[in-house]
Structure formats: C-alpha cells, structure tokens
C-alpha cells in the first residue's frame, strides 16, 4: 500500500527534474563548450608577435596584417555561416568549423614565410572561427530560447571570453618555455576535441527532441528549410536590412566596439605593456584577467537586456569604455600598478557586454532575419578590428608607442554611444516586421 503514494511522489520528482532539464540547457552547454574551444586561438595574437618576430624578423606591420585577415574573415564569415546553419544544421557547421581552427593552428608550426602566416592564421582560422561567431550564439538562442534569451546570449558570448581566460596564461608560459610552437599546437589539440562532443550532443532545432523551444507555447513544427543558397540568403537579408538607418547605427557602432576591443586590446595590448618593460606573461595575466571579468559583465549584461531598452545600454556600455581608454595610457608600466588592476576590472565588464543588446535589437528590427543580420552587424565589428589592429601595429612601427592609438579609440568609442542612442529615433523609422514578412524571410 505504502509503495502507490512512495511511487507517486517519486513520479512528481521525477517530472519536476525533467522539467528543470529542457534540452535547451544541454545544447547551450554544449555550445559554450565550442565557443571555448574556438576561443583558444582567439587568444593567440597577443602572445605570438613578439616571438614570431624575433624568430622570422618579419615586421609587427606584417604580423598584424594576418591578424587582420583573420578578424576580417572572422566578420564575413559569420552571416554565411548563419545562413548555412538554416540550410545545413548547427552541428554540422560548427564541427566543420572546429577542424578548420585545428588544422589551421596545427599547421602553423611549419611555416616559414609571412605568405603562409597570412594564409593559415588569416585565412583558414579565420574561416574556421567565423563559422562559430556571435551568429552562432543569435542562431542557437532565436532556435532553443524564447524565455532567458538575453541571459543566455550573455553566456554564450562569454564562451569567448572564457576561452580567453583559460588559454592565455597558459599559452604565454608555454610560449616562453618551450616556445610558440607548442602553444599553437595546444590550441589545435583542444579545438578538436571539442569536435566529438559537438556532434555527440549539438541538436540543430528542439522538434528534433520533440520539444519547443524554452519557455515557447504550441507545437513543435520546425521553421520551413530555406530553399535557396545560403549566399543569396546572407546578402538578400543585407539588402532589406541595408535600406534601414537602424541597420547601420547598429553596423557603425559595432565597427567602434570591434576596433577597440579585439583590433586594439586583444591584439596590442601584451605588445603594449611589453614596451613598458612588463614581462608578457604577466601582461597575458592582466588580459586573462579582463576576460575573467567579461564572463560576468557579459551575463549581466544579457540579464540586464531583459529588462532594460537596449538602446540605453549600448549608449552607457561604449561611453563608458571610451573614458577608460583615455587613460589608459598613463597606467602602463613594468609593473602592475592599482590603477592597473582597476581598469581591468572596468574594461573587462565592458569588454563585450555591447553583445546582448545588439542581438535584441537585429532581433527587434529585423525579425525572423534577425540571425543572419546580425550577422553582417558582426561583420562590421570585425572591419573594424581589422583596420584597428593594422593600423595600431603601423602607427607603433612609426612612433614607438602606442598613445596615439589609445586616445582614438576613446574618442570612437564615445561617438558609438552617440550612435547607439540615435537608434530611438531610427526605431520610429524603421516599420517592425510582420509577421507575413518574418515567415517570407525564413522561406526565401
């Protein structure tokens, strides 16, 4: 007799547990595990100058010039690859992705020329790491999320960051005990071993698990498959986006967030402190530490998103980080000062919190294209890393420092919060999609 109601309550737990694990979760794990894994060569730039031209004498000109490619190629790619994972699946593409990033590492140790620096580190990582772009965190939340959707875009985004912080110290002292070699190799080991769990794990809609999406009512029918190309897919959603002013404020401002983030920070910033007679695995520390510090930033910042107009958080977000890249250059020196260890602590909040609200409002504007449009606003934000990180590394080869670069990326970074906040009157502008046009868009 005791057994029917021991039964029944184990059956209420049993639901509840159920209920607690929405196979959203999992495939959001899973894709913060991929993002981490891509993640590693990311953090490589930084760490690898000064050892590359030490060992080959190529100019810090010519080494950004692959850096740039690679954040360049890691823009472009990203609305094609959204436009891929409509045609072809997420798991496909993002395993795809990883033996692109593992094979383009791993190769490097056999170079000799700047040619073959450009075409590996530039080009096949940069294919490779563009396929899992912040694209890939606006496909995997518009797909699995509807509830929590901005927190989840949070932690996605910071997979980056995480990756940043569990490679970079590493791959500096491996660096400067055994050589930049094996540090490349590292990252191409754990870029592939991300590869199995992928597959393994990554589903590419919830109707694969008879499920809807979390915190989603109704069935679980999936989004019709997109017939045509997904070239002609990503540039059609760039033609009716293009046509908008809120398309490119959004562009703009992430061009700005691009530029002093991942052109000028993630690429100069070692080099910088190096010049200040800082050892680099202590300035590679300090970035690891702005990564730290990015995780929960960037969480916050998509909860944050749920609850607030993003237009006012992107304007807070670059205003802020433009003050701080003022002063920035009077904080370096061969040790690490307080004043230091602050703006790390600011910037690192900072460093990508512009992400969540960017995706909500390509989500806002556009609709079911949403994805792919964020996609090209991704785009911009890696034109503008790439332009950062070259120019950054000329005007260092042509002044001997790195002030003047600092003081116009502050000034940029105070004109994107201008742009972000010109997105009210572009919102009364822009017609919101219906829900014909959203259906019209997937289809096409």
């Not at 870029?191 to 499920?211: K, N, Q, T, Y």
């Not at 070239?231 to 908008?244: K, N, Y």
């Not at 992107?314 to 020196?333: D, E, H, I, K, Q």
């Amino acid at each position: 007799m005791a057994a029917g109601p021991l039964a029944a309550r184990y059956r209420i737990r049993s639901n509840v547990v159920v209920k607690r694990l929405h196979p959203a979760w999992l495939v959001s794990v899973v894709a913060f595990v991929a993002l981490v894994g891509a993640a590693g060569f990311r953090a490589t730039p930084g760490v690898l100058i000064h050892p590359l031209h030490d060992e080959f004498g190529w100019p810090l000109g010519t080494i950004s010039l692959a850096v740039s490619i690679n954040l360049l190629l890691f823009g472009l790619t990203a609305p094609f690859a959204a436009a891929l994972m409509e045609r072809f699946g997420i798991r496909r593409v993002v395993a795809y992705a990883l033996l692109l990033v593992s094979a383009g590492s791993g190769l490097t140790v056999f170079m000799r020329h700047s040619w073959e620096l450009i075409a590996l580190w530039g080009v096949l990582v940069g294919l490779g790491t563009g396929s899992m772009a912040l694209a890939f965190v606006a496909t995997v939340t518009g797909r699995w999320f509807v509830k929590r959707r901005g927190l989840i875009t949070g932690v996605l985004t910071a997979g980056g960051a995480a990756g940043q912080l569990v490679f970079l110290p590493v791959l500096a002292l491996l660096v400067e005990h055994h050589g930049w070699r094996s540090a490349a190799l590292t990252v191409a080991g754990a870029a592939l071993a991300v590869v199995p769990l992928v597959l393994w794990r990554l589903r590419d809609h919830p109707s694969e698990l008879g499920v809807t999406a979390y915190g989603a009512e109704g069935d679980v029918t999936p989004p019709p498959t997109p017939t045509t190309g997904a070239a002609r897919r990503a540039l059609g959603a760039l033609r009716t986006a293009a046509r908008t002013p809120a398309f490119w404020l959004l562009a703009g401002g992430f061009a700005i967030c691009g530029a002093t983030t991942n052109g000028l920070i993630g690429t100069h910033f070692i080099p910088a402190a190096h010049d200040h007679g800082m050892a680099e695995p202590t300035a590679a520390s300090l970035l690891a530490l702005i990564g730290l510090f990015d995780i929960a930033g960037t969480v916050a910042s998509g909860w944050l998103t749920d609850r607030m107009d993003s237009r006012v958080l992107l304007g807070w977000y670059y205003a802020l980080r433009g003050l701080s890249l003022l002063v920035l250059p009077a904080l370096f020196a061969a040790t690490v000062r307080p004043s230091m260890l602050v703006f790390v602590l600011f910037y690192g909040l900072d460093w990508v919190a512009t992400v969540p609200p960017t995706v909500a409002l390509c989500r806002e504007y556009f609709g079911a294209s949403g994805p792919v449009v964020f996609g090209w606003v991704f785009a911009s934000h890696q034109f503008g890393a790439a332009i950062a990180a070259t120019s950054t590394g000329i005007l260092r080869d042509r002044l001997g420092n790195y002030d003047l670069a600092w003081y116009i990326a502050g000034g940029l970074s105070i004109a994107a919060a201008a742009l972000s906040l010109m997105l009210f009157k572009a919102r009364r502008e822009t017609p919101a999609p219906t829900p014909q046009s959203q259906v019209a868009a997937v289809a096409a």
